[in-house]
Nanobody, 122 residues
Framework: QVQLVESGGGLVQAGGSLRLSCAVFGGTFRTQTMGWFRQAPGKEREFVAAISWSSTYYASSVKGRFTISRDNAKNTLYLQMNSLKPEDTAVYYC?????????????????WGQGTQVTVSS
């Protein structure tokens, strides 16, 4: 069983930065594709960023502002978020895909964290 625990969310002003972390327990972290998704009130959960064995992927809305990274020695995934906008406000979820060459498709992710709230004030 794989458990994912997010942290680092909070309230920040527009233009500010936050760094999300996701600690992963169980499974084989280094071979999993890891992703970040978000869900705003009244909206569907959407892809934000992913990092696989060989590639990184970003939603067009965050490209150039967000950076996904992983520390395989610490079994931890990160999302550095800069130049935050009010429209980035959402619950952010960490997810794991057993396929090392996974990508952006939400339904392909096998394990999910509980989420962490990010609120960006204008």
């Amino acid at each position: 069983q794989v458990q994912l625990v997010e942290s680092g969310g909070g309230l920040v002003q527009a233009g500010g930065s936050l760094r999300l972390s996701c600690a992963v327990f169980g499974g084989t972290f280094r071979t999993q594709t890891m992703g970040w998704f978000r869900q705003a009130p009244g909206k569907e959960r959407e892809f934000v960023a992913a990092i696989s064995w060989s590639s990184t992927y970003y939603a067009s809305s965050v490209k150039g502002r967000f950076t996904i990274s992983r520390d395989n020695a610490k079994n931890t995934l990160y999302l550095q978020m800069n130049s935050l906008k009010p429209e980035d406000t959402a619950v952010y979820y960490c997810a794991a895909d057993s396929n090392p060459l996974g990508g952006t498709v939400l339904l392909e992710y096998d394990y999910w964290g509980q989420g962490t709230q990010v609120t960006v004030s204008s």
